[in-house]
């Protein structure tokens, strides 16, 4: 684990700059997907930046909702700049629905722009498992492996590099796979499907996953309930004509 890079008198703080750099990465990803399937790319940049905004206040009010007692105690975390507390499930369901409300607004054809925006989701998971890694946040479950790490006084499973791995694959079926040329949002669906995929099965190596009532975990619901609409939406649009170009 490496949180902190002392470069002389300055501390980096790593994972924040990975999931900076995340991001950067993943805007240039979709604009020049966008661009590639006929779309406005500024009109894309500027519908991934209210989803941004969304996200990360979505992401942080999951995290409370999940932990009532921490933030009632401590109320002034709710703007803590700390990628440890913030809900990936919370954060998508805002960013997707403050994306879906901009689009509209901003008049984007609904397919093609989920195209386009297909490569950045796998990325920014990719960002924050590597992000996680560094931190040593979203830890695994202790584990006597070859490549099990030491954390915590435990050596564990590196859940986050389980989770690198399935983003990684998931971004490079989205920009090589048979569908790269599609407009009809299969790309789309097929990431949101292989990272609820993911999660589901690498949830069970996570050593700080919410349990619910039932030892039901919190993550593997979400992504079940992701799968479960992944798949409805790709049965769906595989069928379906190509939209035509916007203007």
């Known amino acids: 684990m490496l949180p902190v890079l002392q470069i002389g008198p300055v501390a980096v703080q790593l994972p924040g700059l990975v999931i900076l750099a995340g991001v950067w990465l993943a805007v240039l990803l979709v604009e020049r997907r966008a661009v590639q399937l006929g779309q406005n790319a500024e009109a894309v940049s500027g519908l991934i930046f209210s989803g941004l905004v969304a996200g990360l206040v979505g992401a942080r009010l999951g995290h409370a909702a999940q932990h009532p007692a921490a933030y009632a105690a401590d109320p002034w975390a709710l703007i803590a700049l700390s990628p440890a507390t913030l809900s990936a499930e919370g954060g998508l369901a805002a960013a997707g629905l ?7 607004r901003r008049r984007l054809s609904l397919r093609p722009t989920l195209e386009a925006l297909a490569p950045g989701g796998p990325l920014l998971m ?19 492996l070859p490549w099990a790490v030491t954390l915590w006084g435990a050596r564990r ?7 690198l791995t399935a983003a990684l694959l998931a971004l490079a079926f989205v920009w090589w796979g048979p569908w790269r040329a599609s407009r009809r949002g299969l790309n ?13 099965v690498l949830e069970a190596f996570r050593g700080d996953s919410v349990i619910w009532a039932g030892g039901w975990r919190a993550g593997q619901l979400a992504a ?15 069928g379906a004509p190509e939209p035509e170009t916007t203007p």
């Open 224 to 238: 079940l309930a992701l799968l479960a609409a992944g798949l409805w939406l790709l049965r769906h649009w595989m």
């Open 188 to 200: 789309f669906t097929a990431s949101v499907t292989l990272l609820a995929a993911g999660r589901g």
């Open 126 to 144: 990719a960002a924050v498992s590597l992000a996680n890694f560094l931190s040593g946040d979203a830890f695994g479950t202790p584990a006597e």
């Open 98 to 104: 403050a994306a879906l409300i901009d689009g509209q």
């Open 157 to 163: 499973h590196p859940a986050q590099l389980y989770e």
